[in-house]
């Protein structure tokens, strides 16, 4: 088992904990009688306060900081992961970053079509120490965002790792997680942009037109679609 080091209570560029928002959003969210009960408010705080968009992601150093997200009120996963390690270390819980490559089946027919895979390199999750032991906790997709893609939304107590259910609530596959990465202390983020743009050219050159495209309007299409 590996003991937190310092790094993981201390702020970055991206993990800015000392930001006056990031810490105004720990102080209000972090509630509970001991670690476990505020790393979980602040988990399901990140989950739900933020709702998931993937097509307004911007790879720039400013774009993947946490309070950005804060600021804008939306992220994709790796935005809202380094969020909730800030706001986590903003509160004196130890955090860092955790990343694996996943099949995700959770996405629009725009983003098959603009990625080419359904493989999402560098999925983000956090890792948070609570009660001795390094805990998983995946605030990515917001509770009304799974409801409409029928999935069951992902809860984090504190006590075990939370990451995708492999099927959804129709046993249809949802997230197959292939290969892990481990964690870091930091935003690992010229790794990422460098496997982005072998994997995803279309994507991070901005040529897809995914930014301009609104992300719930294609999943309120596609699922109506799907329940009619």
Not at 116 to 145: C, M, Q
């Amino acid at each position: 088992m590996t003991t937190p080091a310092p790094a993981t209570l201390a702020p970055t560029a991206a993990i800015d904990s000392d930001h006056p928002a990031v810490q105004a959003f720990a102080r209000q969210h972090a509630v509970g009688a001991d670690d476990r009960e505020r790393a979980v408010a602040l988990a399901l705080a990140v989950r739900d306060g933020f709702r998931y968009d993937p097509y307004k992601a911007d790879l720039s150093p400013l774009g993947m900081r946490a309070s950005t997200v804060l600021a804008q009120g939306y992220g994709w996963c790796v935005p809202k992961a380094v969020l909730l390690a800030a706001v986590c270390r903003a509160a004196g819980i130890p955090a860092r970053l955790g990343f694996a490559d996943v099949r995700n089946h959770l996405s629009t027919e725009r983003m098959r079509r603009n990625m080419e895979t359904e493989v999402f390199y560098w999925h983000g999750y956090t890792d948070l120490w609570i009660a001795g032991a390094w805990r998983k906790a995946t605030p990515a997709f917001n509770l009304s965002l799974c409801q409409k893609f029928g999935l069951k939304p992902l809860d984090f107590d504190g006590r075990a790792d939370s990451i995708y259910h492999p099927f959804d609530l129709a046993g249809n596959r949802h997230m197959e997680y292939i290969h892990q990465r481990g964690s870091f202390d930091d935003l690992p983020l010229d790794a990422i942009l460098a496997d982005f743009r072998v994997h995803y050219p279309r994507w991070v050159s901005g040529s897809d037109g995914q930014q301009a495209a609104d992300f719930l309007a294609d999943v309120d299409a596609e699922t109506g679609r799907s329940r009619a």
